[in-house]
């Protein structure tokens, strides 16, 4: 595991502007989805090379349900493919891959073959990587809301018992440590419902750059923004520095 202080221990992505990539090549928008997964293969092992140990991407939102149905399910097919393609090399390279989002929502070969990534690459002790599909962070903590209130029902939790940390423990990425370094491709400068609760501290980095444009270099210089940030979590400068 990571011990270089410089290095984030969890980057979070938000790959965003692969529809604008193919419009500019004057593609159909899903080509530019395609483009998207030789990105996403790639930022995996710069990722696991630079010694990060979570990685977790935002693949599809909530949202993104309402794009159009023909782009929607072109998605879908290309997270089926995608994963066909990439799950044994994935686990030969020891990472361990997960899902976080409404998966009952995805249609059943999808989620059959989350699941059945998930178990292949469970013993691996290499990167984590986590990709959020059918995710949105209000969805996340209405369900961590839900998961409460049932035990409270139940009587199996007071109330009062519900602090920071049993809340986190009822979110989709429970026992990960929170985002250090939060990346945005695509020039918006926006969460767009992303981890809203686990993004609390973490550093932000926007560039113009596409996704499918999105390589090594760019993940370097997110690095070397992240290395120069002093994290004060409240605190002032003066008490961060005594305790260094
Ligand atoms: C991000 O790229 C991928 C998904 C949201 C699925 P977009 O499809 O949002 O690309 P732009 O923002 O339209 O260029
Ligand atoms: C955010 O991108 C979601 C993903 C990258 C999966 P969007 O393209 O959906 O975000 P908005 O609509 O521009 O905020
Ligand atoms: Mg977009």
Request: aromatic share 8%; charged share 25%; glycine share 8%.
């Amino acid at each position: 595991m990571t011990s270089n202080p410089n290095i984030p221990k969890h980057v979070a992505v938000i790959m965003d502007g692969n529809g604008r990539w193919a419009r500019k090549r004057g593609l159909p928008r899903h080509m530019g989805h395609r483009s998207g997964v030789s990105a996403v293969r790639n930022i995996v092992e710069v990722a696991a090379k630079r010694g990060v140990d979570y990685l977790t991407l935002f693949a599809f939102s909530s949202e993104n349900w309402n794009r159009p149905r023909e782009e929607v399910s072109k998605l879908m097919g290309l997270f089926v493919e995608a994963l066909q393609r990439e799950v044994d090399e994935l686990h030969r390279n020891n990472v361990r891959l997960e899902f976080i989002g409404a998966r009952q929502q995805l249609q059943a070969k999808l989620c059959d073959m989350i699941s059945a990534a998930e178990r292949q690459t469970h013993a691996n002790n290499g990167l984590r990587l986590q990709v959020a599909v059918a995710y949105g962070g209000r969805w996340d903590i209405v369900q961590a809301a839900q998961s409460l209130a049932k035990q409270v029902a139940a009587g199996e939790l007071q109330p009062g018992a519900i602090d920071d940390a049993a809340f986190s423990n009822e979110l989709a990425l429970k026992g990960v440590p929170d985002p250090d370094l939060l990346i945005r491709t695509g020039g918006e400068q926006r969460i767009s419902n992303f981890l809203l609760w686990n993004l609390a501290y973490a550093e932000l980095w926007f560039c113009d750059t596409l996704w499918p444009d999105f390589g090594e270099q760019q993940f370097d210089n997110a690095l070397e923004f992240y290395a120069q940030r002093e994290r004060r979590y409240g605190h002032t400068a003066e008490q961060v520095e005594a305790a260094s």
